[in-house]
């Protein structure tokens, strides 16, 4: 049929309905702070070691644990970076078929394919989800913003980023959830 592009979101339904749901771009201080400190906290060992290596040291136990650590909590900040610098959630539903996964723009995290029954279409409010009907249809401002929740068979999957409440109707329309 078409594509919607606006703001954080892009919703296509041609071949199934495809829900992509952009993070909230950082700032570039706090993107550049980011990657210094990556940067800086996997170089820090790899400078030790090589030191310690050129003036004939054995390399103790401690150092290694040290290194593990710096290799862990850098690849943490730099997955954190690429999330607020290219992330998006997307939700791809074809006939009793949901995919879902984070897009680090390298590497795909969090991937699940559903194979389902029944599905609903949820939005949040007060912490808690609430089903899309099209009695409730008429009360709700589809200008207002809300995360997505779908309800696979008894499994909820819950959007990260929110989106607005119109987008989560026309949704529910097309999956006709209702």
């Given amino acids: 049929m078409g594509t919607k592009k606006i703001l954080n979101y892009e919703l296509e339904f ?5 829900l992509c749901i952009y993070e909230n771009r950082a700032k570039s201080y706090v993107l550049i702070t980011l990657a ?7 170089l820090t060992p790899i400078i030790a070691a090589i030191f ?3 003036a004939g ?8 644990l040290t290194c593990v650590v710096a290799v ?8 954190l970076y690429l999330w607020n610098k290219y992330g998006k959630e997307v939700f791809c539903l074809q006939k009793n078929h949901l995919s879902y996964y984070c897009d ?10 559903i194979q389902y029954q029944s599905i609903s279409v949820y939005y949040i409010i007060c912490n808690r989800p609430k089903k899309i009907t099209k009695k409730l249809i008429k009360a709700l401002e589809p200008s207002k913003k ?5 309800r696979v068979d008894e499994k909820f999957i819950y959007s990260k980023n929110e989106i607005p409440l119109g987008v989560i109707i026309e949704l529910a ?4 959830a209702l």
């Fill in 14 to 18: 041609s071949n199934g309905i495809s």
């Fill in 57 to 64: 040291e054995e390399i103790p136990f401690g150092f290694i």
């Fill in 72 to 79: 862990l909590t850098s690849g943490y900040l730099a997955k």
């Fill in 173 to 176: 329309q097309q999956l006709h």
């Fill in 52 to 54: 310690l290596i050129d």
């Fill in 36 to 42: 210094i400190l990556a940067i800086a906290i996997i």
């Fill in 104 to 113: 680090y723009h390298f590497f795909k995290d969090n991937k699940q394919d």
């Fill in 146 to 150: 809300s995360i997505i929740c779908f």
